[in-house]
């Protein structure tokens, strides 16, 4: 819409020397003004349907929000600048390119979707493992995340948080049925060779590429609160 009525609202605004950059500052007016378009439109949502205030979800989400509406509308610059000296061939190769765009973050957020399927079927096998405390790594997974939101971290650390308290116990693996499922008290060395899922369940998920953060959590399973140990 911008580049196409460029020649209505382009000559009202300033300009320097570098028609470029005059497209590229011109395109981030634009994106501001959308922002608070947005965030009105948000806040309207949000008032009636009695979920977060729009201020709360913003100030959670501003960073990227910047960074995204920033980016674009400077492409956005951009591409009047080019369909003022091109005509519709520019707009023809920024549709082309904004495709492509998509599709590749349509496979990112598709490889995502594979990640956490994974993550499901693990801790539902560690469930089959040990009916024993089935829906355990499910109850400590959401506690974990409502305590990560309290602490105020951030969206990508909580969901971080999350997916380590569904792995958490997934050293059981590597635990010997006669130890795992033993009716009475663990021995000595049976309690030894138990404290080691932590360590397997660290190995098994630093074997998945992208999760190396999340088996660090695991690998410290049971440790101390201020530290020293199992």
Do not use: C
């Not at 079927?121 to 009916?131: K, M, T, V």
């Amino acid at each position: 819409v911008a580049a196409l009525t460029s020649t209505w609202w382009s000559p009202l605004l300033p300009s320097t020397t570098e028609p470029i950059v005059d497209a590229g500052v011109h395109g981030m007016g634009f994106a501001a003004a959308f922002m608070l378009v947005d965030f009105l439109a948000a806040s309207l949502a949000a008032r009636r349907s009695g979920g977060r205030g729009a201020l709360d979800f913003w100030l959670d989400h501003l960073p990227v929000l910047f960074a995204r509406y920033s980016s674009q509308g400077f492409a956005a610059g951009l591409i009047v600048y080019w369909y003022a000296d091109s005509g519709l061939s520019a707009i023809t190769a920024a549709v082309a390119g904004v495709l492509l765009v998509q599709a590749a973050y349509y496979f990112h957020r598709r490889a995502g979707e594979t990640v956490e399927s994974a993550i499901a079927a693990l801790a539902s096998a560690i469930d089959a493992r040990d009916p024993y405390t089935a829906g355990h790594s499910i109850r400590v997974a959401e506690y974990a995340a409502l305590a990560a939101v309290r602490l105020g971290w951030s969206k990508a650390k909580v969901a971080r948080t999350n997916k380590a308290g569904l792995l958490h116990d997934i050293g059981k693996l590597g635990v010997a049925d006669d130890v795992l499922h033993k009716p009475g008290p663990l021995s000595d060395a049976e309690f030894d060779r138990m404290k080691r899922h932590a360590s397997v369940g660290e190995e098994i998920v630093a074997q998945v590429s992208g999760l190396s953060g999340i088996a660090t959590i695991v690998g410290q399973d049971n440790e101390r609160w201020a530290g020293g140990g199992y």
